[in-house]
């Protein structure tokens, strides 16, 4: 899987086929609720919310500036630390260490936590196809790997299920024999995972921030899972976004004050683990080794564009979670892992307008985004200017060049401007013969360039009265009558 999991379909499909599914949208709409409600209150509570966030900006510009340098103090702290650094410029590069890491110790087992990263890269079906099993230890993640289906959502993945579901996916395909209660089917997930945590030889991990001057990683995580991953096979392997980094522990706890709050609206989740290196002599756990892939992938290409900004994305899903789009097409609709506000710039900016056609397209422009975003990413301009640069290069609907040349006629030229004023209500009353409304609805929806409209909305005929002569006339009876009652005064 790649950032873009659905180069098939077009957005168009995508959209007709997650619209059809209630079960989605309702999901959708009720953790959109939860997580704004929750959000807001704690925000409410904080003394500088806004303070904090100017912080936040700070740091990760800071980062993204100096990226070389980070990047290299980030290393070699690791590196002091007993860690193994890879630098991994694409995925693939990134796949190939992995791969080392398994083939020099002949591993054939694996434990997951979950990483966007390890997603991006299409880790999963590459180590299976080297004969490795890899099990996803995230609940999420596990019901997903099980499903084989995509995630819906960057912070809940499996948002798409509901408990009955996730419990025939489970009877099916894992031999589960009990009911829908949570936490059965978790008690059973649990038996399942100790056993791989205790058994298999590698445990592969994401990391939320990654400390420069300390060569930390840490890891949030609701369920505990991670710090089985990271505490029981012998080999380690951290997947580092080159964009995950802060400067020290200070700017990590301005970031951890910031992304539970704006991912899930908690002060802080389950689990925050922050480790350094493999075990040191007399410790009693944690692994021998650790390889820590820093991966790029396109991300430092970002640096002095307009989508800089985007490097400072800390990956909490606010921004999902405010947009009126996301709630409508789902996850699903954006077909890429990075669905919603986030997702249209970054898989945008790093799959390249011929791989995700429309996806800029899956956007009202309303900005809610960019106001719910912690490190205020100006989310709705990135995705307008990811359409000007589709204008700009030719990538946009071919019809549109000539209608927007016919708008521009129309309205920079008064004469022909009131000839097609003139010419639009007959036009328009001759299609919308057959509908019940004075208008084009749902019966014109074969007409090409409308049907994008009136398949969903009516479209008012032109009315017989022209809004200035209206005026003119309003005008003149005002005068009229103003002129009457002064007389009369
Ligand atoms: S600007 Fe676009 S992407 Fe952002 S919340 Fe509004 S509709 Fe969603
Ligand atoms: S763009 Fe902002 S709101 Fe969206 S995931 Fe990134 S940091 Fe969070």
């Known amino acids: 899987m790649a950032i873009l999991y659905d180069k098939d379909e077009s957005l168009r499909e995508r959209v007709d086929k997650c ?9 959708i709409e009720t953790a959109q609720e939860t997580f704004y409600n929750k959000r807001k209150q704690l925000v409410e509570e904080m003394p500088d919310w806004e303070g904090l966030r100017q912080s936040a900006i700070e740091i990760r510009n800071e980062v993204t500036r100096n990226l070389d340098f980070y990047v290299k103090e980030f290393a070699e702290n690791a590196q002091a630390h007993g860690c193994t650094m890879h630098y991994a410029p694409t995925a693939d590069d990134a796949l190939w260490e992995i791969l080392d890491v398994f083939e020099k110790h002949g591993a054939a087992s694996a434990v997951k936590s979950k990483s966007m990263m390890t997603e991006e890269m299409g880790l999963n079906e590459v180590l299976e196809d080297a004969g490795v099993n ?9 019901i997903l790997q099980t499903a084989k289906s995509a995630p819906s959502h960057i912070v809940v993945p499996a948002l798409h299920f509901d408990r009955e579901k996730i419990a025939e996916i489970f009877r099916n395909e894992r031999g589960y024999d ?9 008690h059973f997930l649990r038996k399942i995972m100790r056993e791989e945590f ?11 921030f990654a400390v420069a001057d300390t060569g930390s990683v840490t890891l949030v995580t609701n369920e505990g899972n991670g710090r089985m991953v990271d505490s029981f096979p012998k080999v380690q392997v951290v997947v580092v976004g080159i964009d995950r980094i802060v400067p020290d522990l200070e700017s990590l706890d301005v970031m951890m004050a910031l992304l539970p ?28 080794e650790v390889h820590v892939v820093i991966m790029d992938n396109g991300r430092s290409s970002l640096l002095g564009t307009e989508f800089e900004d985007m490097l400072r994305c800390c990956r909490c ?45 899956a956007c009202s422009l309303c900005g809610a985004c960019t106001d719910h975003c912690p490190v205020h990413i100006p989310l709705h301009d990135l995705i307008r200017d990811h359409r000007i640069n589709m204008v700009e290069q030719g990538k946009n609907h071919k019809a549109e060049v000539p209608l927007f040349k016919a708008a521009e006629l129309m309205w920079t030229n008064l004469p022909v401007y009131r000839m097609a004023m003139k010419a639009g209500r007959p036009v328009m ?9 004075d208008g084009l609805g749902a019966k014109s929806a074969w007409i090409p360039v409308l049907k994008g409209w009136t398949s969903s909305r009516d479209m008012d005929v032109l009315s017989e009265t022209r809004f200035r002569d209206w005026f003119e006339q309003h005008k003149a009876q005002r005068e009229e009558a103003s002129k009457t009652e002064g007389g009369d005064r």
Do not use: W
Request: proline share 6%.
């Open 134 to 142: 890899v099990i996803e230890t995230d609940c999420a993640e596990a």
């Open 198 to 208: 205790l058994s298999s030889e590698v445990g592969i991990r994401g990391c939320n």
């Open 317 to 361: 899903g606010a921004c999902l979670n405010i947009c009126p789009v996301y709630r409508h097409i789902t996850g699903h609709g954006y077909g890429s892992i990075y669905p919603g506000p986030m997702g249209i710039v970054l898989t945008a900016a790093l799959e390249g307008y011929d791989n995700v056609g429309d996806l800029a397209y």
């Open 429 to 437: 009353q001759a299609l919308s013969k057959g509908e019940e409304i």
């Open 261 to 288: 709050r704006s991912a899930v609206g908690a002060k802080m989740t389950a689990y925050f683990t922050i480790d350094q290196g493999p075990a040191h002599p007399g410790e009693s756990d944690g692994p021998e």
């Open 19 to 27: 619209l059809e599914d209630d079960f989605k949208h309702n999901a």
């Open 178 to 186: 009990g009911d829908a209660v949570p936490e059965h089917i978790t």
